[in-house]
């Protein structure tokens, strides 16, 4: 094991382990996630997806970082993304059962563990089909815009050349990797067992989320490379 995936390891351990083993470290997280939600977002997110980039990008160039690659701007991205995520969380998590309500498949009194599976399920559906193709598009969007200006903070405010953008885009991994594979195989799955989760702990664990999927679309393209 290398110095700097020591020091990464090191890193995630000591706050991980700080915040649930310090006392009262766990209670303040709750009460800020309650309090500022939206900027806990941005943190979450600025940290823990933009952490999952990286490690992608170490898994498949060996390094953590680059001339280029973009971390300041890649997390000020995932940031606003986050916030937007928390959005989406909240109008999917509360209309969600509504529609079920609505449709007779979910009583308002009933309780327990299969009541609320089949919520977190049908909340996971509607927000991974119609919320999330138009998040990936964006964020790829955003990359390539990052890339565009060099990695530089000051290349992200740019003015986008969206047409551009768009027609750089790989549609064919975009559509049979990102949306057609991730989508049910992953993100379906892996938001069930979010909305499952105490409401203060969702946001973090899709950022968590993130995290995971970057080290799966590294060794997905290290497999693709070898074919």
């Known amino acids: 094991m290398r110095r700097d995936d020591k020091t990464v390891l090191a890193v995630s351990?000591?706050?991980?382990g700080g915040l649930l083993l310090l006392p009262g470290a766990l209670d303040g997280f709750i009460r800020l996630?309650?309090?500022?939600p939206y900027a806990m977002s941005f943190i979450k997110f600025a940290v823990l997806a933009t952490l999952g980039e990286c490690i992608a990008l170490r898994i498949t160039t060996g390094v953590y970082n680059r001339p280029g690659f973009g971390i300041v701007p890649k997390a000020v991205v995932?940031?606003?993304l986050g916030m937007l995520i928390n959005v989406a969380f909240t109008v999917?998590?509360?209309?969600?059962p509504r529609l079920l309500t609505g449709l007779g498949l979910l009583t308002p009194e009933a309780t327990g563990f299969c009541p609320r599976l089949l919520t977190a399920f049908a909340i996971s559906v509607l927000l991974?089909?119609?919320?999330?193709?138009v998040l990936m598009v964006v964020h790829k969007l955003t990359d390539l815009h990052i890339a565009s200006g060099g990695g530089t903070l000051g290349g992200l405010f740019r003015k986008p050349d969206v047409a551009?953008?768009?027609?750089?885009?790989?549609?064919?991994?975009?559509?049979?990797?990102?949306?057609?594979?991730t989508i049910p195989l992953f993100w379906i799955p892996a938001h069930t067992i979010t909305f499952m989760l105490p409401?203060?702990?969702r946001v973090l664990f899709a950022a968590l989320?993130?995290?995971a999927l970057g080290v799966i679309l590294a060794f997905a393209g290290l497999r693709a490379q070898k074919v």
């Open 13 to 16: 351990a000591t706050a991980f």
């Open 33 to 36: 996630t309650a309090t500022y």
């Open 78 to 80: 995932w940031g606003f």
């Open 92 to 96: 999917y998590g509360g209309g969600t």
């Open 128 to 133: 991974n089909s119609l919320f999330a193709p």
């Open 164 to 181: 551009a953008l768009l027609r750089t885009v790989d549609w064919n991994v975009m559509w049979g990797f990102v949306l057609k594979k």
């Open 199 to 201: 409401v203060h702990f």
């Open 209 to 211: 989320l993130g995290v």
